[in-house]
Structure formats: structure tokens, C-alpha cells
């Protein structure tokens, strides 16, 4: 089965960090663009970060820019969000995808179960 396994979210206090990890069971990320995608209550899913196959090949929303930093290990069949100086607009929750064809799409082939993260005082 074909699958991808969120994890490390969580609550934070503003200014914190928490650090997602996303794991592929089932088959190999290496030929997949990966992503990260949040969704907050009444508010449309967004991406917030994605990664090629080459990891030199990244994006960020402009509003994690700076906060957020995306990697991946293909030994470890896995991609990672470091998320540091968490504000409470982060709270989210968060969605890992991979997609063979597209980069950073919404359409994306797979995805997770998704991860809450809340940030708050």
C-alpha cells in the first residue's frame, strides 16, 4: 500500500520551533517533487514549501520564508519541515505530498493524513 506518514506536529509557543517529518511506505521518493501544504479553519489549503528531486531546487511562501527550511533523505525514504520561530498564523494542519510529474501541485499524486500544528500562547 502506497502511502505517505505524517509526523512531529504539535503544540509550540510563539517564537518555538516544531519539526515535521514525512515518510513514504510503499514506494521510493527519490523520482517524487515533495511538498508541504497547510490548511487553517474556513480557509483554503495553501502550499507552504516544496523540494525537487534535486534538494538544491526549493520554494517557500513568502510568509515562512526565513522560518521554515524543507529537506529531504532519500535513504531515509522521507521529507522534513523545520519549522523555528513559530507565529500562531502557522497554526495549521499540515499536509505532506509527493508528485512524479508537477512541482508544488495541489493536485499532488499522494498525500498525507496530515499533522495539526498549534501555535500559541
Known amino acids: 500500500q502506497l502511502q505517505l506518514v505524517e509526523s512531529g506536529g504539535g503544540f509550540a509557543q510563539p517564537g518555538g520551533s516544531l519539526r515535521l517529518s514525512c515518510a513514504a511506505s510503499g514506494f521510493s521518493l527519490d523520482d517524487y517533487a515533495l511538498g508541504w501544504f497547510r490548511q487553517a479553519p474556513g480557509k483554503e489549503r495553501e502550499a507552504v514549501s516544496c523540494i525537487g528531486l534535486n534538494a538544491g531546487n526549493s520554494w517557500y511562501l513568502d510568509a515562512v520564508k526565513g522560518r521554515f527550511t524543507i529537506s529531504r533523505d532519500n535513504a531515509k525514504n522521507t521529507v522534513y519541515l523545520q519549522m523555528n520561530s513559530l507565529k500562531p498564523e502557522d497554526t495549521a494542519t499540515y499536509y505532506c505530498?509527493?508528485?512524479?510529474?508537477?512541482?508544488?501541485?495541489?493536485?499532488?499524486?499522494?498525500w498525507g493524513q496530515g499533522t495539526q500544528v498549534t501555535v500559541s500562547s
Open positions: 505530498a509527493a508528485d512524479k510529474y508537477a512541482y508544488c501541485s495541489k493536485y499532488a499524486q499522494y
